[in-house]
């Protein structure tokens, strides 16, 4: 179906993209999330995720002329999808999802060996770096603070190139308290600072290995000292020439590497 007006309502879940505040107020409300490009629309569609519509520049209109009649595809040109979206849409491909009931911490617990569980991370880059290593490096689900970002949110998608959906994930409430729930499921919590006196990461026992459970704080301000403090072990990657940290998500990437790689 073709779009010629950037006010058209059929489109009204495209618009303003840019505008988090706005999005935030629209998306999770109205049961939605946006995916960008062909690869992550179909990775979401893989994941079971029901699909509401698609917009696409006119110009590739053929590369979803397969996803079948159950949803509207819209085509724009790339001047009126700029102008619904606020940016330029160089993918060429956007679609709007129905989002499904989060599981519940407790049922993530029961299916995994290696957890990470995020504390206030709030930058959606770090929020989708972070999801896509744990898909890539083998943890088994993410638990997030209730002050966490969106996973779900376009950036977030985004930058893990649709990991988001491949990766199980819930809120764990009231923090930091829930984490004896964690505890109790028999994992090991292990809080990554660069605190001093925190273990070298590949100093771990087998013990410490066999479930554990990464807790990983905001950029910047790192883990609280309530989440340390209901940590089992104080864990830190080595840094060489003066260098104080990493990036969060560069941190957890090599911290899942050495926790899921075989001894």
């Not at 107020?25 to 999330?33: K, S, V």
């Not at 209730?146 to 996973?151: H, I, L, V, Y």
């Not at 809120?171 to 499921?185: I, Q």
């Not at 660069?194 to 990461?201: E, F, K, N, S």
Request: proline letters at 6%; one cysteine or more; glycine letters at 6%.
């Amino acid at each position: 179906m073709p779009i010629t007006d950037p006010d058209d309502e059929r489109i009204a879940d495209y618009r303003a993209l840019t505008d988090l505040e706005l999005r935030t107020r629209w998306e999770p409300p109205n049961g939605l999330f946006i995916a960008e490009g062909e690869l992550v629309l179909r990775r979401a569609l893989r994941a079971g995720y029901r699909v509401r519509s698609v917009l696409v520049d006119e110009k590739r209109l053929r590369q979803v002329n397969d996803l079948g009649d159950d949803a509207p595809v819209y085509a724009a040109s790339q001047a009126v999808l700029d102008a619904i979206t606020g940016f330029h849409v160089h993918r060429g491909v956007l679609a709007s999802f129905h989002r499904r009931p989060l599981p519940t911490a407790a049922e993530i617990l029961v299916g995994a060996r290696r957890l990470a569980i995020l504390e206030d991370v709030n930058n959606h880059t770090n929020i989708g770096a972070v999801f896509r290593g744990a898909a890539a490096l083998g943890m088994d689900g993410v638990l997030l603070s209730p002050t966490c970002a969106d996973p779900l949110y376009r950036r977030s998608v985004r930058v893990s190139m649709g990991e988001v959906f491949a990766v199980p994930y819930a809120r764990l409430e009231p923090w930091p308290a829930a984490l004896d729930e964690v505890r109790r499921a028999g994992f090991t919590l292990l809080a990554m600072t660069p605190a001093p006196d925190a273990l070298p990461i590949q100093l771990l026992t087998a013990e410490q290995r066999a479930r554990p459970a990464l807790l990983l704080g905001a950029e910047g301000a790192g883990l609280t000292a309530a989440a340390i403090a209901a940590s089992d072990q104080a864990v830190v990657i080595p840094m060489q020439a003066g260098v104080d940290s990493l990036n969060v998500a560069a941190a957890a990437a090599v911290a899942f590497w050495e926790l899921c790689r075989e001894a």
